[in-house]
């Protein structure tokens, strides 16, 4: 069974930071674009970044830009979103997906695998 599972999430205070994992079962992330995308409350769903399969290329929402960082661990089958300097408009819910291709990914397409998704809020 092909399975995302996220971690990481939680509360945090502007400013402050967190690093979402995403750790694949059933199936190896070497040949997949992988991607972070979230959701705010009365909100669609939107693809923060995204990286290619050899990590070559990556794609970063202007909003977050500077701020997060996506990177994977094709060893671990396991890829993060590494967030700094966070406002509470990143409130969210944060999701990790697949592609075989990484230019869908890119126009926010996802063919693959979801995770379950992981709380982020940011909150004085």
């Known amino acids: 069974q092909l399975q995302l599972e996220e971690s990481g999430g939680g509360l945090v205070q502007p400013g402050g930071s967190l690093t979402l994992s995403c750790a694949a079962s059933?199936?190896?992330?070497?040949?997949?674009?992988i991607g972070w995308f979230r959701q705010a409350p009365g909100k669609e769903r939107e693809a923060v970044s995204c990286?290619?399969?050899?990590?070559?290329?990556?794609n970063y929402v202007d909003s977050v830009k500077g701020r997060f960082f996506i990177s994977r661990d094709n060893a671990k089958n396991t890829f993060y979103l590494q967030m700094n300097s966070l406002k509470p408009e990143d409130t969210a819910v944060y999701y990790c997906?697949?592609?075989?291709?990484?230019?869908?990914?890119?126009?926010?397409?996802?063919?693959?695998?979801w995770g379950q998704g992981t709380q982020v809020t940011v909150s004085s």
């Open positions: 997906a697949t592609d075989p291709d990484y230019k869908s990914l890119v126009a926010g397409i996802v063919r693959g695998s």
């Open positions: 990286i290619s399969s050899s990590g070559g290329s990556t």
């Open positions: 059933g199936f190896t992330l070497n040949s997949y674009g």
